[in-house]
């Protein structure tokens, strides 16, 4: 029974990953196709041999640069047709859209790989704990935790990579009202501040430049300014970023002065930076009070009372 059950596992896992390698096969295969597919075309239109003459190379790397461009399109809508299924649906909610979102994975490619991680690896896990050499109801109650724990790992991880960006944006956030601020004074617009933000203090951003590049570049097709705000407000569960986020969208909307809100807003977000601050000092006593009864308490007994103790033992002793 053990042994049908392992060659069954080990078929199982085979086909998996037999499907997993196709799928990330094809989009390249298709890739190439194309590539040599425009090559010929273009080849036979200008009637040039592929190694002649120079202009010939160039047209052979646009051609394989548009070729290259194609495939991405072809995986991204093979992404989208995985996504799209009702398997799809069930694999990657709604909840977990927003949770990409929030962790900087936009796209059906990294929808597509987060579904077919989140499917594949309780298989794995549960073929591997049926492989272990157990009685039957301690393997299927390890296959069972197996399962779960693949099922609920990705999104896990995927939480904690939410939570640390979080973090980051409440220590970017001053520093972006500050910068709002200084190109304000400027007489720099809204959206001429965000556009300069966005592409000139980047590495002072790690988290908030790139959703704020990404919002420039979604107006910049249509969407409106009120509409792109929003989405970023919505991305972290911060409720500074969406005080700010609804100022700004007032602005944008109504006009009127915007330096002074900054600047009495910046006021309150350091000092609920310094309050911070001190709760985590005031948390952080209270646990080094455990370590310094542990570490340092034993040697403070020993050099204080330690003579006593020897001169009581002697008395005793004599």
Known sequence: MSTTLAWLSLIF????????????????????????????????????????????????????????????????????????????????????????????????????????????????????????????????????????????????????RVARRTRAVEEELPILVDLLRLLQGVGLSIDQSLQVIATEFSPMLRVLGPELTRANQQFASGRTREATLQRLAALFADEDLKSLMQMLMQVDKFGGAVQEPLRLFGTRLQETRRARLKDRVGKLTVKMTLVMIVTLLPAILIVTAGPGFLSVLRALGG
């Open 13 to 160: 896992l085979s086909a998996a990953g037999c499907l997993l390698l196709g799928m990330w096969l094809v989009p390249i295969l298709r890739r190439r196709r194309v590539a040599r597919t425009l090559d010929s075309a273009l080849a036979r239109q200008s009637g040039a041999e592929p190694d002649t003459p120079p202009r010939a190379q160039t047209l052979n790397q646009s051609v394989s640069r548009l070729g290259e461009r194609l495939g991405e399109r072809l995986g991204e809508r093979v992404g989208a047709h995985w996504i799209d299924s009702r398997i799809g649906h069930h694999l990657v909610t709604a909840e977990d859209v927003q949770l990409l979102h929030s962790a900087g994975f936009y796209g059906p490619r990294h929808r597509a790989t987060f579904a077919a991680i989140r499917a594949l690896l309780p298989l794995v896990l549960m073929t591997l704990a049926l492989l272990v050499e157990a009685g039957t109801g301690q393997r299927l109650l390890l296959a069972f935790s197996g399962f779960a724990i693949g099922f609920l790992l990705p999104k896990w991880l995927l939480r904690q």
